[in-house]
């Protein structure tokens, strides 16, 4: 069975850290591009950043980029986010799915930044 689930989340303040966790099961990672989405309240999903599966090529979203590090564990089958000076509008749900193709979102694991 194909599963993403992810974790991290929480509370900090403008120009905190995060990291978020993407667990794998099976060898997702080495068939499947992986990304990172983010919804806040109203506004629609977006995608911010994603690994392939072969050369672990990145890619990140604008309003991301600089600030959020992709990266992966393949002995760990597991997928980072790195989130370094967040922000206010950094505040939504983030989720963790196929890049391509994406599969059920779940929950999602909750960010929040405020002072």
């Known amino acids: 069975q194909l599963q993403l689930v992810q974790s991290g989340g929480g509370l900090v303040q403008p120009g905190g850290s995060l990291r978020l966790s993407c667990a794998a099961s099976?060898?997702?990672?080495?068939?499947?591009?992986i990304g990172w989405f983010r919804q806040a309240p109203g506004k629609e999903r977006e995608g911010i950043s994603c690994?392939?599966?072969?050369?672990?090529?990145?890619y990140y979203a604008d309003s991301v980029k600089g600030r959020f590090t992709i990266t992966r564990d393949d002995a760990k089958d597991t997928v980072y986010l790195q989130m370094n000076d967040l922000k206010p509008e950094d505040t939504a749900a983030y989720y963790c799915?196929?890049?391509?193709?994406?599969?059920?979102w779940g929950q999602g694991t909750q960010v929040t930044v405020s002072s």
């Open positions: 799915n196929f890049q391509n193709n994406p599969r059920s």
């Open positions: 099976g060898d997702i990672l080495q068939k499947y591009a």
């Open positions: 690994i392939s599966s072969r050369d672990r090529h990145t």
